[in-house]
């Protein structure tokens, strides 16, 4: 069984920038789609940002310009660097894997919080 998980996160103030990593256990990076989600308390699980195998991202309007995604397939990890952070940003983040849909992979989150 396939394991994600997520590190990086903490308190960091208004403007600043934090880097999350999820690292997986098996060889699952360089195929399907891999992504970034968000949830904040008492809202839905967004999606912050994906990466494709091929290399292609793709942004939510809200973080476009701030975030970057990044892999690294041969060490089986993925990042999100977090720029300009924002206290709108507070969420715990979580990694979610899609190597060969149907079967999906999502990690245990890790907890941002940005204090204005």
């Known amino acids: 069984q396939v394991q994600v998980v997520e590190s990086g996160g903490g308190l960091v103030q208004a403007g600043g920038s934090l880097r999350l990593s999820c690292a997986a256990s098996?060889?699952?990076?360089?195929?399907?789609?891999m992504g970034w989600y968000r949830q904040a308390p008492g809202k839905q699980r967004e999606l912050v940002a994906s990466?494709?195998?091929?290399?292609?991202?793709n942004y939510s309007d809200s973080v476009k310009g701030r975030f970057t995604i990044s892999s690294d397939n041969a060490k089986n990890t993925m990042y999100l660097q977090m720029n300009s952070l924002k206290p709108e940003d507070t969420a715990v983040y979580y990694c979610?894997?899609?190597?060969?849909?149907?079967?999906?992979?999502w990690g245990q989150g890790t907890q941002v919080t940005v204090s204005s």
């Open positions: 098996g060889s699952i990076f360089g195929f399907g789609t």
């Open positions: 979610n894997c899609n190597p060969w849909p149907p079967v999906t992979y």
């Open positions: 990466i494709t195998s091929g290399g292609a991202t």
